[in-house]
T-cell receptor, first 114, second 114 residues
């Protein structure tokens, strides 16, 4: 089946540093999504990317949809302690009549030291 | 607008029992998807419902089933529970009106099978 390779698996950084994580796939996706998950909670949508090459920002977060439609990256600038959590990339496939599904990366565990 | 709600939040069952989980999507959303999250397998797609019809199904045994009601609320059922079914079960809803579909997750139901 399809798989997303997300890296790095974990990151330990100091408050104020910038963070970068990325996902690659062997398959093409219609949409790339980035989520953050806190312990015991569901994933919260951070950024959605709909077009190849698209670069989108949401506050201190910036993400890009790769030109080949097989990869995406997420950058977090000037990290703060509340950025701690697990970040997931997800590729979205959608068909007109047969529905849609998300395929998730393995997640990046981010730790921010004050 | 209220987010995706899931009930119950926590559940303990024993092997061989069955369980039913409930999901209420965001108002106006017609597509509901279910995912299983475990430490070993990550986030895995179970199935997707749209207008009371299952449109898409992941690679899970027939013990996992679901349905969607006319008000878009959805339930999933797991019969003959196994220890390996212990997981966080997540529901996500989307509007599905164009290729720019985005899925929003509920807080999940934590199932423990003893």
């Amino acid at each position: 089946g399809q798989q997303l390779n997300q890296s790095p698996q974990s990151m330990f950084i100091q408050e104020g540093e910038d963070v970068s994580m990325n996902c690659t796939s062997s398959s093409i996706f219609n949409t790339w999504l980035w989520y953050k998950q806190d312990p015991g909670e569901g994933p919260v949508l951070l950024i959605a990317l709909y077009k190849a090459g698209e670069l989108t920002s949401n506050g201190r977060l910036t993400a890009q949809f790769g030109i080949t439609r097989k990869d995406s990256f997420l950058n977090i600038s000037a990290s703060i302690p509340s950025d701690v959590g697990i970040y997931f990339c997800a590729g979205h496939l959608q068909w007109e009549t047969s529905g849609s599904r998300l395929t998730f990366g393995e997640g990046t565990q981010l730790t921010v030291n004050p | 607008k209220a987010g995706v709600t899931q009930t119950p939040r926590y559940l303990i069952k024993t092997r061989g029992q069955q369980v039913t989980l409930s999901c209420s999507p965001i108002s106006g959303h017609r597509s509901v998807s279910w995912y299983q999250q475990t430490p070993g397998q990550g986030l895995q797609f179970l199935f997707e419902y749209f207008s009371e019809t299952q449109r898409n199904k992941g690679n899970f045994p027939g013990r996992f089933s679901g349905r969607q009601f006319s008000n878009s609320r959805s339930e999933m059922n797991v019969s003959t529970l196994e220890l390996g079914d212990s997981a966080l079960y997540l529901c996500a809803s989307s509007f599905f009106d164009s290729r720019q579909e985005t899925q929003y997750f509920g807080p999940g139901t934590r199932l423990l099978v003893l």
